[in-house]
DNA sequence: TATCATTATATTTTTTAAAATATAACGATA
DNA sequence: TATCGTTATATTTTAAAAAATATAATGATA
């Protein structure tokens, strides 16, 4: 039982079991929490430049990620457009949305899991 | 459902759900798949030092991961000797081998949602 | 056709993490 | 008291990751 974990441990210590989850293609990590923010934060603000930059990330690494996420589905989850207006910009596709509501209800769900398993700690 | 997304993504690529877990104290990580390999090695060698090379991990590395479970401790999981007849060596306390067992019970719990996830996907 | 902010890409620089190296202390034993 | 392989620790070096910088291309619009 949990209880025993807990004596062996410091009573000022606040605990908590914690996780991260992601997706694999061909045992390759290619989507989780990281892709999932890149892609809101793209359909937010319409461009991959300002959606690196909100998340602190270099415009190449934002672009390595999309291009891995586009190379694993089936059509490109990211869209893009250089020159106009604007100089271009980019949006997500319906799909990418679902993706990212299907991370969301997978991470909710470990989440509940989590939870219970630091509940016992208490 | 989860045959959506299995729609939205390469058919030759196999998918896996996969995560990792650990144990935060005061929200920083101290236990996790490293740490518990690191104890069970050694268990098994008696030594810090060749626990770490069997890990292709620096002596010191190890030693800040040791010295981050035994301050999380209410006892030192870790326990060191040095100098005697083979220099020394080290051990892992019982609290330790508790700790070893939670963790893999906590992550075959895990590992069962993971694959129950990745079911839905075939 | 000049401008604009963007995508796309390569190259360089910086930062960070890890590994490697070095040194001292340790204590049982020969 | 010399030896051994270890722990403990600091310092240096290396490697990997990330960021920064630079440049070209793009195409709607004024």
Tied chains: 1, 2.
Excluded: C
């Excluded at 989850?21 to 390759?28: S, T, V």
């Excluded at 461009?47 to 909100?54: D, P, R």
């Excluded at 891995?68 to 457009?81: D, F, I, P, Q, Y």
Aim: glycine share 10%; net charge positive.
């Amino acid at each position: 039982m949990k209880k025993d974990i807990q004596r062996i441990l410091r009573k000022d210590i606040t605990l908590k079991v914690n996780g991260s989850m992601w997706l694999e293609g061909n045992g390759k990590r290619f989507f989780g929490p990281g892709p999932v923010e890149l892609l809101e934060l793209i359909a937010e603000t319409g461009s991959i430049n300002q959606a690196a930059k909100k998340m602190n990330m270099s415009y190449k690494k934002a672009w390595g990620i999309i291009n891995r996420l586009n190379e694993h589905a089936a059509s490109s989850l990211v869209l893009t457009s250089q020159g106009g207006e604007h100089g271009g910009g980019s949006s997500i596709s319906e799909e990418a949305k679902e993706m990212i509501i299907f991370y969301h209800e997978l991470r909710n769900k470990f989440s509940q899991f989590l939870d219970k398993e630091t509940a016992k700690f208490k």
